[in-house]
């Protein structure tokens, strides 16, 4: 079944600075990938996502890029703020099932 | 609106009782989702409906029971839990079960079982 790796499993950043997180998925038929942001004691929110037939995608200062001969996904986050402190999963996703496979999640915590 | 309200919020149950998770959205999604979620780690599938009909269930066992009684509202049933499952619920749904629908979660429902 497919696997989703995603690094790293924590990160800290200065504030203005970005900050990247990857991951990696081994189902060469999974076409959909989300991100989501998780606030302590709060739901997953999506953030951003991307489907196959794209290679990058933007949402203000957030971006997603995918390769997918190389099965890679990365969360691109630019002018960092200590709002986005939180942890952010990595998803993949495929056909008709639908089944949100997670990466373990990256703590990112943007100092002021 | 990408609603989904659960209730309640917060559970604490002794491992003899019976209760009862609710989920409900009114946005004319037709697949909805139970997953659990400890803390630290990712949440984990439990149960996908599909048009008001049973999907997939990832092997959990029978002491959760999941109902879907209309296309808007999603049940978890719980009985003779372990301290283990404490956990936090969490409920979504789709426009369709297929990878081109993005999964919407609620706010989710704080288990304790004690």
């Known amino acids: 079944g497919e696997n989703v790796e995603q690094h790293p499993s924590t990160l800290s950043v200065q504030e203005g600075d970005s900050a990247v997180i990857k991951c990696t998925y081994s189902?060469?038929?999974?076409?959909?990938f989300p991100w989501y942001k998780q606030e302590l004691g709060k739901r997953p929110q999506l953030i951003i996502d991307?489907?196959?037939?794209?290679g990058e995608k933007k949402d203000q200062r957030i971006a997603v890029t995918l390769n997918k001969t190389a099965k890679h996904f990365s969360l691109h986050i630019t002018e960092t703020q200590p709002e986005d402190s939180a942890v952010y999963f990595c998803?993949?996703?495929?056909?008709?099932?639908?089944?949100?496979?997670f990466g373990k999640g990256t703590k990112l915590s943007v100092k002021p | 609106d990408t609603e989904v309200t659960q209730t309640p919020k917060h559970l604490v149950m002794g491992m003899t009782n019976k209760k009862s998770l609710k989920c409900e959205q009114h946005?004319?999604?037709?697949?909805m989702y139970w997953y659990k979620q400890k803390a630290k780690k990712p949440p984990e599938l439990m149960f996908v409906?599909?048009?008001?009909?049973?999907?997939i269930n990832e092997s959990v066992p029978s002491r959760f029971s999941p109902e879907c009684p209309n296309s808007s509202l999603l049940n978890l049933h719980l009985h003779a839990l372990q301290p283990e499952d404490s956990a936090l619920y969490l409920c979504?749904?789709?426009?369709?079960?297929?990878?081109?629908?993005?999964?919407?979660f609620g706010e989710g429902s704080w288990l304790t079982v004690v």
């Open positions: 998803a993949s996703k495929q056909g008709s099932q639908g089944n949100l496979i």
């Open positions: 409906y599909s048009y008001e009909k049973l999907s």
């Open positions: 991307i489907r196959s037939n794209v």
């Open positions: 979504a749904s789709s426009q369709g079960q297929g990878a081109q629908n993005t999964i919407y």
């Open positions: 946005m004319g999604h037709r697949a």
């Open positions: 189902d060469s038929a999974s076409n959909y």
